[in-house]
């Protein structure tokens, strides 16, 4: 695909919609390294993703195949969104077969902003071929009709190619909380499940004198990064700025001329020193002689770079780019100065235009108050003791440089426990018993230049790109995706949804893992502090809450290892505390669907940092998607706010998340104070004549290690697992009278009964499975 052209008016750069039929023409788009936003929606006729693209590149993708439609936002912000697709694609006519088991995943209700009231059902058929179709009734409360509420028709989900589960392409409005949902099959099969609430748990308000809405517009990285270092200079006794050690790589390119229009004839000039130390104080001319048959020569002036174009025998110009090429590069002071290259790759045949002295530019647009140089990143550190022993917390935001909401966010939250500890006990409960470290802004090269040149900026500033992919037009392109410069999962290891090959792709990952200061600096941070157990990575948009694992092989769907059962239910259980606490601001409900492990929800984040943090530290991370679609009570459709909305608009999701930061720092403290050990108990789900099928029940999440031999049960012994994703406890089967041993130890490692797995005491849990006739 061609690069984005870059110019004051940006060409015509748009966030676009593409809808593409299933997953796997997801993961050829995300494999061609378009710049996709973490943003993925089930419509009717297949999946909704937005990409930045320019009319160049949409047009490359249509003329692809590919079903790219109408913008979210363009670069005035003043775009309307295009019409959506008017009509479904009709479902193939089924075909009665043999009965299928449905698996009821989830069936929830849930109320949202403007109060209203949304279903939304996940189903699992064993008929996984896409002639199954389920539908699903629902009542309009108790005691009522089964199909008094409504009646619609499940989309079958498929990810990698493979069938997941049947579920709405959105939440569906309801007029009357359901108490019941009935699934039923085309061939023949239904099950009637309850309806449960999503979120909303009863949360404490915050007392009269609690204050909060600290920011009131969108702020660049030299003022986000001045808003936390006076912030800890008004709080030293509870707070500390902590400079991390690698210096990023700066606000800075190298200055650039470019000569010619035609590719053949085109070359472009780049200064070795920064623009903003003296590569923008160079020039070059390319001069015809007055003269037949001159030759080509170059001349260097203190910064001025002449070059003399030879000439044929009736006086015309017969340099070819090429040669004007070789001509710099072999001229000592010339190439002291700047390197020379023709129009990516080509092998310059073409003669080249005489040009006026050019001045090279950086091209960069921000005010000289920003610095250009290698930038300082800091860490907000708050805690009353800040030593290592209380549990850690690490809340960082804007990854990616284009959302701008997501600072917002984390300064929000550094300013509400600041301000809040001396008036609010439960803000003082957090301050004095957690250790929380706050980093507004992971990517400030980046967001400098969202700010300033390119607002779709989502990587860094890094320009790894060689000569091919270094010209003026290619600017817009370069720079790391550092959410995909990570070493777990990353496409250097094959994993999917980043580029190791194309250094204009919106999801390169990097010449190697941690390549970029800036991803490098996560890890410092993580591993100098180790009592760090938790963290938040907020990104934008769409409302999503997600966990670890982030990233998988397309082939076979080939998944990064799924955290533990225990941890599972402990992200699930928390989740419901954390988003109520966002929708506890203005009522936004992060959708049933939209929460969960990464891959389950979005799509494969290769070298992703909470996989990162995870997989290497044992750090429990969670991701924000801030920006959940918004819903018209006119049009009853769902839109989507994109990276920068208005300020009103990203004011609130400001707000809200903060809050749900807030709930991660209650979840924190939760653990933190965790000294109550858990119980478990063996139930029997199912008796045949020869065979018993039992599982474990947990009164927390928990892990349950077990034996089935009789012998005692350690840390070493099989652990209890899911039956799959969203499908409940693993079931255990066995064909004889059985002698089962166990115990259970929750995430914060407390053991039930007290039991040394690693001793010699014998208090584990046990009970026997009997498998007898069944009368």
């Not at 104080?281 to 002689?289: E, F, G, R």
């Not at 789900?685 to 031999?709: C, H, K, M, Q």
Request: some cysteine; hydrophobic content about 35%; charged content about 20%.
């Amino acid at each position: 695909m061609p690069d984005r052209q870059s110019s004051t008016t940006q060409n015509g750069v748009a966030l676009l919609r593409i809808v593409v039929p299933d997953q796997t023409r997801l993961d050829v788009l995300n494999s061609m390294g378009v710049d996709l936003a973490e943003y993925k929606k089930d419509v009717d006729g297949g999946i909704e993703v937005h990409a930045v693209l320019s009319p160049q590149e949409a047009q490359d993708l249509r003329n692809l195949g590919f079903d790219v439609r109408g913008a979210i936002s363009d670069q005035t912000d003043l775009a309307e969104n295009k019409a959506q697709r008017q009509a479904a694609q009709s479902l193939a006519a089924a075909v009665a077969g043999e009965a299928d088991k449905l698996t009821p995943l989830r069936a929830e209700w849930f109320d949202s902003t403007d109060n209203q009231r949304f279903l939304s059902v996940e189903v699992k058929s064993s008929a996984t071929d896409a002639e199954t179709v389920l539908t699903a009734s629902w009542d309009s409360g108790r005691k009522t009709a089964p199909d008094s509420g409504g009646t619609a028709t499940m989309s079958r989900f498929t990810d990698a190619g493979q069938y997941m589960y049947h579920r709405f392409n959105s939440p569906l409005t309801v007029a009357e909380t359901p108490t019941t949902v009935t699934i039923t099959s085309n061939h023949g099969t239904s099950i009637t499940v309850p309806v449960t609430k999503w979120l909303g748990d009863k949360r404490k308000a915050p007392n009269k004198h609690y204050v909060s809405d600290f920011v009131d517009h969108y702020m660049d990285p030299t003022e986000l990064t001045g808003r936390i270092t006076s912030l800890a200079r008004q709080f030293p006794q509870i707070s500390e700025i902590v400079d991390l050690p690698n210096k990023t790589n700066g606000y800075r390119r190298a200055a650039q001329a470019q000569f010619g229009t035609a590719a053949a004839s085109t070359l472009y000039v780049s200064s070795k020193a920064f623009g903003s130390e003296g590569g923008n104080d160079l020039s070059v001319a390319l001069v015809k002689p007055d003269v037949a048959s001159s030759p080509l020569s170059v001349k260097v002036t203190g910064k001025d770079v002449v070059v003399s174009l030879a000439t044929d025998e009736s006086a015309a110009i017969s340099s070819t780019s090429r040669q004007v090429v070789d001509a710099l590069s072999a001229d000592a002071s010339a190439s002291a100065l700047l390197t020379a290259s023709t129009y990516r790759g080509n092998a310059g045949a073409g003669v080249v235009a005489a040009a006026t002295a050019t001045k090279l530019s950086d091209n960069l647009k921000a005010p000289a108050t920003i610095s250009r140089a290698p930038f300082q990143q800091k860490v907000l550190r708050i805690g009353k003791k800040r030593d290592g022993s209380k549990v850690g917390v690490f809340l960082y935001c804007q990854e990616h440089a284009r959302e701008w909401v997501t600072p917002l966010v984390c300064t929000e939250t550094a300013e509400r426990l600041l301000r809040n500890y001396s008036r609010d006990a439960q803000t003082r409960k957090l301050v004095d018993n957690l250790d929380i470290f706050i980093m507004p802004v992971v990517n400030p090269d980046g967001a400098h230049y969202s700010f300033y040149d390119y607002n779709m900026q989502r990587k860094n500033m890094t320009n790894h790109c060689a000569a091919t992919s270094g010209d003026p037009g290619s600017r817009n392109s370069w720079g790391v995706d550092l959410n995909r410069n990570f070493t777990v999962g990353s496409a250097f290891d094959g994993y999917d949804g980043a580029s190791t090959t194309s250094c204009t792709s919106g999801t390169f990952a990097g010449p190697a893992e941690l390549s970029e200061p800036e991803a490098k600096n996560e890890v410092w941070l993580t591993e100098k502090y180790p009592n760090i157990k938790f963290a938040m990575n907020t990104h934008s948009y769409g409302g999503y809450f997600m966990w670890p694992p982030g990233a998988y092989k397309a082939a076979g769907r080939e998944l990064l290892p799924r955290v533990d059962f225990g941890t599972e239910n402990f992200f699930w259980d928390a989740s419901g505390h954390i988003l109520s606490a966002v929708q506890s601001y203005r009522g936004t409900a992060i959708w049933p669907g939209r929460t969960g492990p990464v891959p389950d929800v979005l799509y494969s984040a290769a070298g992703n940092s909470a996989d990162e943090h995870w997989f290497n530290r044992g750090i429990m991370g969670w991701d924000f998607e801030v920006g959940a679609d918004l819903y018209n009570p006119t049009t009853k459709q769902f839109q989507a706010v994109g990276f920068q909305p208005e300020f009103s608009e990203g004011h609130e999701e400001a707000m809200e998340f903060a809050s749900g930061q807030i709930g991660i720092l209650e979840t924190a403290l939760a653990f933190s104070k965790d000294d109550k050990a858990p119980k478990s108990k063996l139930d029997v789900t199912g008796r045949t004549d020869t065979s018993t099928t039992f599982t474990f029940s947990i009164n927390e999440p928990a892990n349950v290690y077990y034996t089935l031999d009789g012998s005692r049960p350690t840390l070493s012994s099989p652990k209890l697992v899911s039956s799959g994703m969203r499908e409940g406890t693993q079931q255990i089967t066995v064909n004889k009278t059985t002698q089962v041993r166990w115990f259970s130890v929750d995430i914060a490692s407390n053991v039930e009964n007290g039991y040394k797995p690693a001793g010699n005491n014998n208090n584990y849990k046990q009970e026997k499975v009997e498998v007898r006739k069944v009368r």
